[in-house]
């Protein structure tokens, strides 16, 4: 048994209650988070982990569910929670759907992090991690045609789809770019996989957003493609694990110590209800969505707890000017966090203590 392992909670869940403990001791300073931080600093070597550590060979006998959750489950999700806000919390439909679009993506950094210390059979880790991992691209890039949609003054179905065609595509073309030069260059140089995979996680991003696309997705298909095609070995699985841990135990420390608690404490009520939705909108996208795919029950319902919010919904809330929405979202992505994953253990124990050949 490893040392995360021993701990009483998965070890991002527990750097996040810790830091919010922390800020709510009275005379400290509050820490203020800015987007550009986590979606610079962080997102992009997380994100490139992901994706190449990602077990492609488990994910195949799951494909079809990943792609519906990641595509499907967004949009879904997006309509779904902006719906509720508008109807039963009283927001406009612009704040709504802004909502719904920043807490659309499960977080791969998040996810992947937790699954690998609670002990998760296989094929449920690889579909929950691929669904985190590629939905994270599409939910960003959702989120971002969501805002230039609204912010033309008047939003329709049309100048959304064109606004998300463009992000997704120019998004995919940079990370494949990046990804392509940087799994070739890998297999001709070995010895320069490390510095050349540090590189491609931030070039991937960065030539995705300098064309227009979404650097999280232009991040995805980098790693993806570096981890297919550039012989992928431990030497170089090792290091990108030990940066991984420690940009993780910083990330969510951060997270937990920049926690709105003074505004989140006045819109208490509004942040539990969009929580209750959010759960909701991922029941119905997870029961749905999986119908035909050969999953056991019980996969389904750790499918459906397991979809943590995470950092990178933080740094979507923090680009929006709507303080009440901001908050909320935190608010949201905090209670998955510590809910969600506080209680993943225990379930993934007492759902693996009959399994049927079905989930080995």
Known sequence: MSWAQRLPLPYPVLLA???ILVGLVPGLPHLRLSAPVILFGFV??????????FDQDQARGVMRPIGLLATIGVGMTVLGVGAGAHYLLGFSWPAALLLGAIVSPTDPIAVVAVMRQVGAPPRLAALLEGESLFNDGTGVAVFAAVAASLAGGRPSVGGFAVQ??????????????????AAALCRVRPALALPVSLFAAWAGFGLAQAIGGS??????VAGVLVARYAHVTEALRKPWGWLALGLNASLFGLVGLALPSTGLLALAAVVGGGYLLMLGARAIT???LTIGARLPWRWRQLAWWGGLRGALSIALALLVADTRVSTVAYGMVALSLLLQGGLLRPLVRLSSRQPGPAEM
Do not use: K, Y
Not at 44 to 53: I, M, N, Y
Not at 215 to 220: D, E, S
């Open 17 to 19: 209650a810790l830091g």
């Open 44 to 53: 992009p070597p997380l994100v490139f982990e992901a994706a190449l550590s």
């Open 164 to 181: 998300l065609l463009l992000i997704t595509v120019a998004g995919a073309a940079g990370g494949a770019i990046v990804g392509g030069a």
């Open 215 to 220: 650097g999280v997705l232009g991040v995805v």
């Open 286 to 288: 997870v029961w749905l």
